[in-house]
């Protein structure tokens, strides 16, 4: 059985060497990696912050972040989409059950609950800096929410689900959060086209800075701080909806399964 | 040159240390140490990525694959059976 695994094992070792050799040391699909930057990747660099090319420039000194909700922004409000209603059917799956708080369950020992208290602060920190900062640093609303979502799953490991009820971050309220979020995206994509129909211009939908035609665009700087327009907004609305939506999936998880079959077989 | 090759031979004991990890996961009849398994193959992209010059995607691989999905699985598991 053991010598049948290592054969396996090694075999695989070997077949993933000989295609990583022919792939990259044989060229055989071509130069990979290529030695120079592609012609896309060259214009997202030259024009993702160029204030005397403002027509074309995002204004982001974060490329990656200027890419995921200015130049392709409408692909990640569908994404965000998507996310929002995978939590609804799970929310809708999981309709009607609830537990009432027994006595049993009191979390883990003293020693993995006074590290969590130490740690969490940090993680909420970081998971904020990263939102704060994603139009100046790697990351942005996506990176910080699920990092941010780890405390609350520590939280309900480490002192169980009722310990967040009882600190106040219901499924409700994480639920009008997260609507929250969403809604302000909504708002984000069309604030500066709303700004453009007041001041009689013209201007689109999901824009962030001026465009030829139409010359209605967001700050990018706000007190010296980078904001790049709308991508701030999107960030920090980003950070709170999948920060929401992954802790109200861990909390309906985190129900017991009897709990729920009870509550399912209440149902008919 | 000498840093090109650590870097090299870093990214090759990771991938390494992955494919076993992924068949360790796969192969596995106790799913909580398939899940461990998992993780471990996880841990090993993060660097990779890393060492790629990706710290956008690290900085969502981190929490997601090293967090979130072991603990959303490990909660799945106990609502199963543990073993196979």
Known sequence: MLLRRLITVSVLIVFIVLTSYTI????????????????????????????????????APETVTAIVWDYRGLDTLFETAVFYFAIIASIALFRGIEEKRGGGYVGLS???????????????VVAASIAIHGTITPGGGFQAGSAMAVAPLILII?????????????????????????????????????LGLLSGGYSFIFQNQPKEAAPTGLPP?????????????????????????FTIIFILLSIPEDVAREALHGEH | MLEA?????????????????????????????????????SMCYAFLYYIL?????????VPVSIGLYPAAILFLIRKTKECE
């Open chain 1, 24 to 59: 990259t040391a044989l060229n055989v699909l071509g130069e990979l990696p290529p030695r120079g930057l592609r012609p896309l990747a060259l214009w997202f660099l030259n024009t993702s912050i160029t204030p005397w090319l403002n027509y074309f420039s995002a204004m």
């Open chain 1, 110 to 124: 003293k020693i993995v609950r006074v590290v969590s208290r130490v740690l969490l602060p940090i993680n909420i």
């Open chain 1, 158 to 194: 480490v002192f169980s689900r009722f310990f967040l009820k009882e600190k106040g971050l219901s499924k409700n309220l994480l639920i009008a959060l997260r609507g929250a979020g969403l809604v302000g995206i909504g708002v984000a994509s069309i604030l500066a086209l709303a």
């Open chain 1, 221 to 245: 700087d706000v007190l010296g701080f980078p904001i790049a327009g709308t991508l701030f907004i999107f960030n920090i609305c980003e950070f709170i909806a999948v920060f929401a939506g």
């Open chain 2, 5 to 41: 090759f650590f870097t090299l031979f870093l990214m090759m004991l990771l991938s390494l240390i992955s494919t076993i990890a992924v068949y360790l996961a796969v192969t596995e009849r106790n799913l909580l140490r398939a899940v461990l398994f998992s993780a471990l193959q």
């Open chain 2, 53 to 61: 010059m990706a710290p956008d995607i690290v900085l969502v691989y």
